[in-house]
């Protein structure tokens, strides 16, 4: 009979096979931000079998973020969303070695965000600050990095790309953190990033009373 434990990952490792699950299972990602996309790649990573994770967000979970973030629900409201974020990936995989941080990413918290070289970062801080702070270092440490771009009001899911940043057009954030990796730490930016190329973004619909 199949172990609960063999059982929860059955299906991926027949599309994957033996070896890419057994990497999967002694793999290290660091997730920075936990809120719309971040939430979803934790879900992912969780699910796919990633045998380790680092979470990281200060924030709490908020009313007005339940439209949109995995994490938001009526009955998690105002509770840290690293907590939560570690709560949900041990009830998907009890085996997975979760460490949740709740902390804002800048100068003097890198250090523990990136520590024991991970094999993957992924960045989904929407901050413009702080996402330059730990692409940077990552950089630098000369980690796989994998880096979430803006798509406010962009409606066209067609329109989404991946790409080095320095290859990234359509994206306002994007230009952005170009330039700021550029003029402040002479990063051409050779990692890869997730943008969406729709020309323009939505306009903000009429309110009721209008």
Do not use: W
Not at 120 to 135: H, M, N, R, S, T
Request: charged content about 20%.
């Amino acid at each position: 009979m199949t172990s609960p434990g063999s059982a929860r990952f059955a299906r991926t490792a027949l599309l994957l096979g033996p070896e890419r699950m057994a990497r999967l299972a002694v793999a290290h990602v660091v997730i920075v931000g936990l809120g719309a996309v971040g939430s979803y790649v934790v879900e992912g990573l969780a699910r796919a079998g990633v045998g380790r994770l680092r979470l990281v967000d200060f924030d709490t979970v908020e009313t007005t973020n339940i439209n949109r973030q995995l994490y938001a629900l009526d009955s998690t409201c105002g509770r840290p969303k690293h907590e939560v974020a570690r709560d949900r990936v041990l009830d998907i995989n009890p085996d997975c070695q979760v460490e949740a941080l709740g902390l804002f990413v800048d100068a003097g918290t890198l250090g523990p965000v990136l520590a024991g070289s991970p094999d993957a970062v992924v960045d989904a801080i929407d901050a413009l600050g702080p996402k330059i702070e730990l692409l940077a270092a990552a950089t630098r440490r000369g980690l796989l990095l994998v880096s979430s771009m803006g798509a406010a009001r962009r409606a066209d899911p067609a329109a989404v790309r991946v790409a080095p940043l320095r290859q990234s057009h359509h994206c306002p954030l994007a230009r952005r953190v170009r330039q700021q990796l550029r003029r402040l730490h002479g990063i051409d930016g050779d990692f890869l990033c997730v943008h969406s190329v729709e020309p323009r973004p939505q306009r903000p619909a009429a309110s009721a009373a209008a």
